[in-house]
Nanobody
């Protein structure tokens, strides 16, 4: 069982930046994929970005070029650097890890990101 704890959310003005971090309770070096999802009020949870054990990244079209996902196997953390934030990025952001491609994912408790002037 892997426990995930997100941090780094908050309130930021449009055009600003935030960095999210997700700390895992154990080693993530063998974890197949790690990533970030988000859920805005009244909407379904959606993929933001993922990074695999082999450092292959995937981004939602809406964030590509503005967000960067990274993974530190030594520190057992996954980070999401978010730049040029827009009001449409407002959501609860969840960390996600999948031990194998076919495994059910582990989820963190979520961290709120609000982009507003």
């Amino acid at each position: 069982q892997v426990q995930l704890v997100e941090s780094g959310g908050g309130l930021v003005q449009p055009g600003g930046s935030l960095s999210l971090s997700c700390a895992a309770s154990g080693s993530i070096s063998s974890i197949y994929s790690t990533g970030w999802y988000r859920q805005a009020p009244g909407k379904q949870r959606e993929l933001v970005a993922t990074i695999t054990r082999d450092s292959i990244t995937t981004y939602a079209d809406s964030v590509r070029g503005r967000f960067t996902i990274s993974r530190d196997n030594a520190e057992n953390t996954v980070s999401l650097q978010m730049n040029l934030l827009k009001p449409g990025d407002t959501a609860v952001y969840y960390c996600n890890m999948r031990k194998f491609p076919w495994s059910s994912p582990y989820w963190g408790q979520g961290t709120q990101v609000t982009v507003s002037s």
